[in-house]
């Protein structure tokens, strides 16, 4: 056994649960959490919904509490990014050179926005938004009057061009969609999601794109591919996001699309070997979910960095202890995954896979009101999504089970 720390890679909410799950099984060794944000761990939603809007709100507002269990043996290098895994000698170089010596990995180094899919020649006024530094930036840009385009129709974009519209903006949505939501909702839903922010005074193109941008320092205007022109003081570029993974490249890990990892969430070798010293968490992760079928995905719900950072702390513990980890992993992971959305006052709430669906289903309430969907894949309910009713969404939790061998 090594005296090198479990080093997690990835100092944000994955990253800190399986901290916490290591400890919770039975790991009392040296930790150290690598991060390359300044901030220690705190909660991203917010940053779309109540921080862009709440002038003065800052990481206090949004950092996760640091629970007993980690106020000793624990070294925080936050600021620093992990450039390179020797996985050969177990070391993870950082950007300043600095090597970090590990007995167990944790790659939890989730996501970074896409972006903007045309050049921008260093005009400013153009956002992402994933980090709590940029939801501060584009906070100040949100002011009233102030003509904000959203390229993107996800979560992001709507919650963005609530919030926006909330603040008194004027708000476009540019989308290739038909409607906002549409992988994650479908027509129907999506359809009455449009219809609620078209009631703000939020302006949608769908099937359309960004083809240009106008403006001498900052961007002033921007042409879509429709030839439309429309006035923009503030673009937000919200079309999705990458995972951070080129710090792996040649460490003979699979980071075909994130880090596939077995159902122990041990990393898996480009020859598809397990690692049983490597692990990865959170949004980076790709994972079979037997609750589902067994293609593996990367998931980015809120809930699934506590499950997998859960998940992965015991079986660490188990492998740091000299422990046979083998029937553990073999035990199956089958969390379900969840997410919610606020935009106005309409409240969403879905378990499962809704995206994996070919049809879906009314079955309470009234689209214009309050509602629930079931989603399914052929016959298979493979997700289902209320605005509000919430006791209802949450009775669907017992009807996903892995489903017995026939
Ligand atoms: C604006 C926003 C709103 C959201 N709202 C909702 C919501 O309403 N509901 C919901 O279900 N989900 C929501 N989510 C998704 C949810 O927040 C994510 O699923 C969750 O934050 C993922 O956590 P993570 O720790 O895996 O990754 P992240 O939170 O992305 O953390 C990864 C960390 O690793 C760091 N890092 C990256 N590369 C390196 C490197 N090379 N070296 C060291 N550190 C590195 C990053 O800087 C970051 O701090 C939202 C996400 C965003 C961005």
């Known amino acids: 056994m090594t005296d090198a720390p479990l ?17 919770r099984a039975g790991y009392d060794g040296p930790i150290e959490l690598l991060g390359e944000e300044n901030h220690a761990p705190y909660n991203r939603p917010p940053l779309s919904k109540e921080l862009l809007q709440t002038e003065g709100h800052g990481h206090d507002e949004v950092a996760f509490p640091i629970r007993s269990a980690l106020e000793q043996g624990v070294t925080w290098t936050l600021g620093r990014a992990a450039a390179s895994l020797d996985a050969e000698r177990r070391v993870v170089v950082d950007s300043a050179g600095v090597e970090h010596p590990y007995s167990s990995l944790v790659i939890a180094t989730g996501l970074r926005p896409k972006s903007c899919p045309i ?32 390229l993107g129709s ?15 903006c004027s708000v476009s949505i540019v989308t290739q969609s038909a409607v906002p939501l549409e992988r994650a909702l479908g ?23 960004l083809f240009g941008l106008v403006g001498e320092e900052s961007v ?49 070798g480009i020859d598809g070997a397990v690692r049983p010293d490597v692990f990865a968490v959170g949004d980076v992760a790709r994972y079979p979910n037997p609750l589902f079928d067994d293609v593996a995905r990367r998931v980015e719900h809120w809930n699934l960095p506590t499950e997998t950072g859960k998940r992965a702390g015991q079986l660490i513990a188990a492998h740091l202890r000299g422990d046979d980890c083998e029937p553990l992993a073999a035990a199956g992971f089958a969390p379900l995954p969840s997410f919610w959305s606020d935009q106005y006052d309409m409240h969403l709430l879905a378990f499962g896979m809704t995206y994996l669906a070919d049809r879906a289903e009314l079955v309470a309430g009234s689209l214009g009101d309050e509602c629930v969907v079931e989603y399914f894949r052929g016959d298979d309910l493979v997700g289902v999504c209320g605005i509000g009713m919430r006791s209802l969404v949450q009775s669907y939790r017992s009807r996903f089970t892995v489903p017995t061998a026939a």
């Open 7 to 23: 080093l997690i890679v990835g100092a944000s909410m994955a990253g800190l649960r399986t901290a916490e799950g290591a400890r």
């Open 187 to 209: 027509a129907e839903l999506g359809g009455e999601v449009r219809r609620r922010h078209e009631a703000h005074g939020v302006h949608f193109f769908t099937r359309d794109g």
């Open 119 to 150: 050049p921008t020649h260093g005009l400013q006024g153009i956002h992402v938004l994933r980090t709590l530094d940029d939801a501060v930036g584009l906070r100040s840009a949100l002011r009233p009057g102030a003509n904000v385009v959203i």
């Open 154 to 168: 996800g979560f992001v974009g709507c919650e963005i061009a609530a919030t926006a519209a909330k603040n008194g």
């Open 220 to 268: 002033e205007r921007v042409i879509l591919t429709s030839g439309v022109m429309l006035e923009c003081d503030v673009l937000v570029v919200a079309v999705g996001s990458d995972p951070n993974t080129e710090w792996l490249e040649g460490s003979g890990l699979d980071v075909s699309d994130g880090v596939l990892v077995d159902g122990g969430l041990r990393a898996v």
